[in-house]
């Protein structure tokens, strides 16, 4: 993530000295114009946005592989103690630069992947609910259904990954190699450096994911063949909290925004509709923008690497939505 030529001072902090997992915090600058086009994260519009009242964060966390779902969660929980004190180097740096993060008005987007720390950090029940955010943004993310198919079944053949490489002996030696937990590799439109982004193409392949997400070897296989409905209840109990359930229990976001390319090849956007599907049925409401013709991350494969039309105004809306979440009740 680079924040060259961006009205923004950026700011690295370790907030897990044991792991060395680190966050970044932009911090706006005054008397600076917003450059649309360079926005911190991906496709996101920030016209609607006061700088001068909002500071981004993007924090890192340990990467499945060889992280397990059980060390994304307890990274969400560290993250959130960080930023919730008072006491710490982010807190005292932004006190010098004149603001405070009020950690009781945090909003969180899950990009893709980190779908997957964005949702527990308002399902996992050690995180207060004072700072628990109030608004969440699903952009195409990964973690509203993974008992479907597409991650349980073997593929023949194909590439859910159409445009990054996936080289089968690279996977082999990732798997039979000691990989850093954290990686200072950039995904780009070719892939990254390290080979991950074959990793997921191979989990997809294989149908694997939920074997590395919940660290139990087989249980795929064993889950293939049971009907959809069927697969939840036979995921030992001890594991299923991994899977990030909602329940009435759970103290959920005022704001709760999903957005999903109907032809998505990498995340299906079958995922993000049975998430809305199970919010409904506990009373919860939520908006969804199901965006016609585009790919994963909103892209139009007929235009590659250009969005679909329409979709900064889809953003802005969504935008909106929670920053008006944000505000004081």
């Keep these: 993530m ?8 950026t700011f690295t902090f370790t907030f897990d000295p044991i792991n060395k997992v680190e966050l970044d915090v932009y911090v706006p600058l005054p008397n600076e114009n917003l450059n649309i086009k360079r926005s911190i994260f991906p496709h996101l519009s920030l ?11 993007s924090a890192n966390y340990r990467l499945l592989y060889p992280s397990t779902g059980s060390d994304i969660l307890e990274d969400v929980e560290t993250l959130f103690k960080y930023l919730s004190s008072d006491s710490t180097e982010l807190s005292s740096t932004l006190k010098k630069l004149g603001y405070k993060l009020d950690s009781t008005k945090l909003g969180v987007i899950g990009i893709s992947g980190g779908d997957y720390p964005a949702r527990a950090s308002f399902i996992l029940p050690s995180i207060p609910k004072d700072i628990k955010p109030k608004a969440y943004l699903n952009l195409y993310g990964m973690a509203g259904d993974f008992l479907l198919d597409h991650w349980i079944k073997i593929k023949e053949e194909g590439n859910n990954l159409p445009r990054f490489p996936y080289d089968i002996e690279k996977v082999k030696l990732i798997l039979s190699s000691k990989l850093n937990q954290i990686s200072d590799s950039p995904i780009n439109p070719t892939g990254d450096s390290s080979g991950r982004v074959d990793l997921l193409s191979h989990f997809y392949h294989q149908g694997t994911l939920l074997d590395y997400l919940l660290d139990q070897v087989g249980l795929s296989r064993q889950l293939e063949n049971l009907s959809y409905k ?3 209840s036979n995921i030992p109990k001890e594991k299923q909290y991994l899977l990030l359930p909602f329940n009435e229990d759970i103290d959920y976001p005022k704001s709760i925004i999903f957005v999903h390319g109907k032809v998505d090849t990498v995340v299906p956007a079958q995922a ?12 919860i409401e939520s908006k969804a923008f199901w965006v016609e013709g585009a790919n994963h991350g909103l892209v139009d494969d007929s235009n590659f690497p250009n969005s679909v039309p329409g979709t900064e105004a889809i953003f802005d809306e969504a935008v909106r939505d929670i920053l008006n979440a944000l505000q004081p009740m």
């Design 2 to 9: 680079t924040s060259n030529n961006l009205p923004y001072k």
């Design 47 to 57: 016209r609607p946005i006061d700088r001068q009242k909002t500071i981004f964060i």
């Design 230 to 232: 069927d697969r939840f």
């Design 272 to 283: 993000s509709y049975n998430a809305q599907e199970q919010l409904k049925s506990l009373g």
